[in-house]
Structure formats: C-alpha cells, structure tokens
C-alpha cells in the first residue's frame, strides 16, 4: 500500500515514477540485441557459404525464423511462472538478460556449428526477461492510477528506439565487419542493459523483489529438478540433432508447433480462470482481458506480414528508385519503429485525455479499434498489389501508408494490451498472465507465417487476394471485438479483489 502510494505520486520521469526509467532502458537495450539479430536471421541463414552464411533454402530458413520468434514468446509462459513462485520479477529479468547476453556472444562465436545454441539461450533467456519486465511497469502504478496506459506508451517506445538501433548497429556491422561482428553487437547491447539495470534497481523500490506466490521448500526443489530435467532433455536433442540422430523438417514443425501454442493458450487461461481459486470479480475481469488476447492474436497475424509478404513486395514490386539512389529494401522494415518513436508521445498524451475524461479504461474498444485501424492497412495493400498484378511497380508510398496505418493501430492495441494485462489479472498470477498474453505473439507470429505462405513472386496474380482476406477477417474480427468490448468495459471497472484474496490467504 505505502508503495503503491509513492509510486503514484512519484513523477520524476516524464510525469512517471522513477522505476519507469530502468525498465525504459533495460528493455529498450534488450529489444537493440534481439531486433539487431533478429533482422539478420534470415538472411544469414539463407546466405551461402561463400558468404559465410550456412546456405539453408529460403523455406526452411522462414520456418526456422518463425519457430524462432513463436518460441521466443512461448517461453514467456515458464518464464512468468517461475517469476510468481521462485525468483520475483526482478531476479527473473536480469537472470533472463544473463542468459540472452551468454546467448549472443555465443552466436559471435565465428563457427557456424554452435549457431542453434546460441538461439536456445536467447529463447530461453527471453522467456524470462520479456513478461516479467512487463509486470513490473505495471506494478509501478496503482490500481487506480490514470497513468498506466501513457506509462506503457513511454515504455513502448523504449522498445522500438532499441529496435531502430539494432537494426541500424548489427545492420551496419553486418556490411563492414561480418556476420559474427554483428552478433557480438548484440550481445554488447545486452551487457549495457544489464550494468544500467544493477545500477539503477533501487528505483524499482522493491518492487517485484519477491514471487509473488512462494512455493515451499519442497515445492522450489521439485521445480529446480524439472528445470534440470528440461534443460538437460533439451542438450539431448540438440545433441543428437547436431549428430544426425534426428532430422527435423522445420517447415512440417512450425505447423505442428502452431497448433500445439493454441492448445497451450487455452488450457492455460482455462486452468488459471477455472482453478485459480478466483473470486466472480476476478473472473469476469479475466472474461474481459480474454477479448483483448483475442483481438491480440488476429492483429498480430496481419501485422506481422512486415517481415515476410510485405518485405517481399518491397523487393520485387515497389519501385525503391528515387533519382539515381535506390532505397535498400531494408529501410522500410524500420518505418514502424520511426513511426512509433514519432508517435508514442501524442498517444501517451491522448491516453491520459481520455483517461482524464472518462472514468473507464476501455481497453477492450482502444484493441479493437486498433485491429480495425491495422487491417484497414491491407486496403492500401489491395490496391497496391492490383497495380503490381498489372505488371507495375509502385511507388514507395503504399507502403509507407500500410505501415503508417499499422502502427496507429499497434500504439491503440498493444501498449494498450500489455496495460490491460497487467490491470485486470489477479496480482498473484500476474507474472503468468503475462506469460500468457506473450502466447498471443507467439500464435499471431506463426499464423501469419502460415498466411505468408501463400505469397508467390511469381504468382502476382493472387496477391490482391490475400490482402483482402486479411482486411475482411481483421475489419470482421476487430468489428465483432468491438461490440462485445462495449459490454466488457464494465467488467474491466470492476473491483480487483487482490486484498480481500491476501485477507483470505492471511
Ligand atoms: N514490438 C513489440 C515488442 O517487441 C511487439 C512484438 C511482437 O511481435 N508482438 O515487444
């Protein structure tokens, strides 16, 4: 309580309490390493060895890409959990930053046999790091306090300027040093967040310094023999894939591990809403947080076409030429990072005036208008690949619009989201929940992997297609979103029940 109280008078940065600033910075240096690297994958993977790439075919490169970054994000679920019952939020967050750092200087390691290692760390690492550090912004205010979403929109956008120098420092190394160089960068990125972390802890003022649902003793040994039975199954497989024992198709792989997140998602919301020992306010502010994981997964499933169609469109049909220069496909992927970074201010300030004025948060009409907003981008991109099927290239601006369009529509959805998260779940499972709603990343990831695979370059004809698919289920999917969010908007106002729970625990 008397944290809770200082916390929201605290507004020493931006308007916000002074924890915000380690949080900023942790997570922006984090985002640097796991951006820089991630724009790499790819194109690592798929160079030839000449190159010193490890010359995979472009299919199997995709796959092992999106079974990647759906990973990373399904790790968030253990990483939540073991956050509640062992480690508290802080530990769990600079554990995890030890582990993706050891990660990345793995991959900067030049010998191309020790690259799927150095990824199992970053996944594992970032399982750890990504919800917790989450959970704690939001428990930096209190459950009244108007300043969560605009908080969550400064913390956001510490995310994506770790984005743009990512790209712009392992991108540049990439060209002038070399692959392994690149990869170091991220690595030195990690390490930079972590000294700042130690150094700056004490404005957390405690919070997160302890699980938030303790196990016992016997419970922690139970939980440190399972770690070490994962872990140790986990140097198995790797083990005997590296020696040929097992071969994998990661094409048939990333289906299967589609569907099995899904299943996932939902026995584990359904176990923490039906067994969670909740109260009828908790549940029903659970009911509410669901439409928002929901419209989640769909926004994510268009949006992330930014890495593979859309990337792709960038190359073969749009016209990068201005003058003599020609536009490094590249550049556009950081168009939503520069436009976020443009942007968050105006929407932190939009969220406080609406806040202001309002007494309800209505997280679930700000994600639906967000949804909307993000697949109203794909009409751009109908008419856009209906000139390119014509057998033009077009001008650099469709895209640019798309991707204007997208972010509106991520700053309304998924800052607004992870506020979401952290306001309607029971204090106690917070750290799962957020383990939870990274889920959604991860099914949106991989949907949007398999809605990419129906991209042709040589096929241009049923491009325009695909888009409109996209726009009529997200415009549909965001409108229904919408009606239902006018009546979950009061069980979001509902009480959070998290003392009369520690009363009844006492
Ligand atoms: N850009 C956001 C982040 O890194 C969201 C990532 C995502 O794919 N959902 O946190």
């Known amino acids: 309580m008397n944290q809770?109280?200082?916390?929201?008078?605290?507004?020493?940065?931006?308007?916000?309490?002074?924890?915000?600033?380690?949080?900023?910075?942790?997570e922006m240096w984090e985002r640097m390493s796991y951006y820089g690297m991630r724009a790499l994958l790819v194109l690592y993977m798929s160079a030839s060895l000449q190159e010193g790439g490890l010359f995979f075919t472009v299919a199997a490169a995709t796959a092992i890409y999106g079974l990647y970054t759906g990973s990373v994000y399904f790790m968030g679920l253990p990483g939540g959990w073991l956050s509640d019952r062992m480690f508290g939020g802080q530990k769990a967050v600079f554990y995890g930053g030890v582990i993706i750092m050891i990660g990345h200087i793995i991959l900067a390691v030049p010998s191309n046999g020790t690259f799927f290692i150095g990824l199992i760390f970053v996944v594992l690492g970032t399982g750890l790091l990504k919800p917790n550090i989450a959970a704690l912004v939001g428990e930096l205010y209190s459950e009244t306090d108007k300043r969560r979403d605009a908080g969550f929109a400064?913390?956001?956008?510490?995310?994506?300027?770790?984005?743009?120098?990512g790209?712009?420092?392992?991108?540049?190394?990439?060209?002038?040093?070399?692959?392994?160089w690149a990869f170091g960068a991220a690595a030195v990125g990690m390490a930079i967040g972590l000294i700042q972390y130690k150094r700056t802890e004490p404005k957390l003022k405690g919070i997160g310094s302890q699980p938030t649902e303790p196990l016992s003793p016997a419970g922690r040994r139970k939980t440190w023999a399972a770690i070490g039975a994962f872990l140790a199954a986990l140097a198995i497989i790797t083990g005997l894939t590296y020696n040929g024992t097992i071969v994998i198709d990661p094409v048939k792989l990333a289906q299967y591990v589609a569907i099995f997140f899904a299943?996932?998602?939902?026995?584990?919301y359904s176990r923490i809403y039906f067994w969670g020992n909740l109260t009828s306010n908790e549940k029903q502010r659970l009911q509410a947080l669901l439409l928002i994981c929901v419209a989640s997964i769909?926004?994510?499933?268009?949006?992330?076409?930014?890495?593979?169609?859309?990337?792709?469109?960038a190359l073969d049909f749009t016209d990068r030429m201005i003058g003599t220069f020609e536009i490094p496909t590249i550049w556009f992927q950081s168009a939503n990072s520069i436009f976020i970074i443009a942007l968050s201010p105006f929407f932190a300030a939009l969220w406080i005036n609406i806040g202001k004025r309002f007494v309800s948060p209505v997280f679930g009409i700000k994600a639906a208008i967000g949804l909307i907003i993000m697949a109203s981008g794909f009409l751009v991109m109908f008419f856009a690949a209906q000139y390119a099927a014509s057998g033009l290239k077009v001008a650099p601006y469709w895209l640019i619009t798309t991707y204007f369009l997208h972010t509106v529509g991520e700053l309304c959805l998924s800052p607004v989201a992870l506020s979401a998260v952290s306001r309607l779940s029971p204090r106690r499972f917070l750290g799962q929940m957020m383990g939870v709603f990274t889920l959604t990343y991860s099914i949106g990831n991989i949907i949007s992997g398999l809605l990419a695979g129906n991209f042709d370059p040589n096929n241009v004809e049923q491009l325009p297609s695909l888009y409109m698919q996209i726009l009529v289920f997200g415009v549909g999917i965001g409108a229904v979103v919408l009606l239902i969010g006018l009546y979950t908007r009061k069980l979001e106002n509902l009480p959070a029940d998290d003392d009369k729970f520690e009363e009844k625990a006492a």
Request: glycine share 12%; aromatic share 20%.
């Open 4 to 26: 809770e109280a200082s916390s929201n008078s605290d507004t020493s940065f931006f308007g916000h309490p002074a924890g915000l600033t380690t949080l900023f910075f942790t």
């Open 154 to 165: 400064l913390y956001y956008m510490g995310i994506n300027i770790g984005s743009v120098l």
């Open 167 to 180: 790209n712009i420092i392992c991108g540049w190394l990439q060209v002038n040093a070399g692959w392994h």
């Open 263 to 268: 299943v996932v998602f939902v026995i584990y």
């Open 298 to 313: 769909c926004f994510w499933s268009g949006f992330e076409q930014a890495g593979s169609s859309m990337n792709l469109f």
